[in-house]
């Protein structure tokens, strides 16, 4: 039979033709690799993930809430004029949220001499 596109024959060994079509397996499991390569997989692969990661996110997360916390509490003492317009768009700007619909904010924000491209 003939070789499928991109697939080599049964028999294709060594330097044949239909062989060098054929990009080489890059092994991705410990399990296709040769033996020099394969421990160095096994070892990464057991190498554990850095604890502090999960713990820096947590952080990261209450020192945004803690913030948007305080100047909500700002904004409270502030006149009471849109003083809820401008807390969401504190806690907003803190939390990275989106701020309020453009029809809600129409005096906070200066409009942007360039367009926004969406």
């Known amino acids: ?13 060594g330097r044949h033709r239909a062989r060098q079509l054929v990009p080489p397996v890059r092994p991705r499991h410990a399990c296709q690799a040769p033996r020099r390569l394969r421990d160095a ?3 990464r692969a057991a190498r554990a993930r850095p604890v502090h990661t ?13 913030a948007a916390g305080a100047l909500r509490a700002r904004a409270r003492h502030q006149a009471p004029t849109g003083a ?4 969401e768009a504190a806690a907003a700007a803190v ?3 989106p701020l309020a619909p453009p029809h ?7 409009r942007s001499p360039i367009p926004a491209s969406d």
Not at 5 to 12: E, F, K, M, V, Y
């Open 1 to 13: 039979g003939r070789a499928r596109a991109g697939l080599p024959t049964a028999h294709a060994a």
């Open 41 to 43: 997989l096994l070892r």
């Open 54 to 66: 999960a713990e820096q996110s947590a952080a990261a997360a209450a020192l945004r809430l803690q």
């Open 84 to 87: 809820r317009v401008v807390r």
């Open 95 to 97: 939390l990275g949220a």
């Open 104 to 110: 809600m904010r129409a005096g906070l924000l200066p």
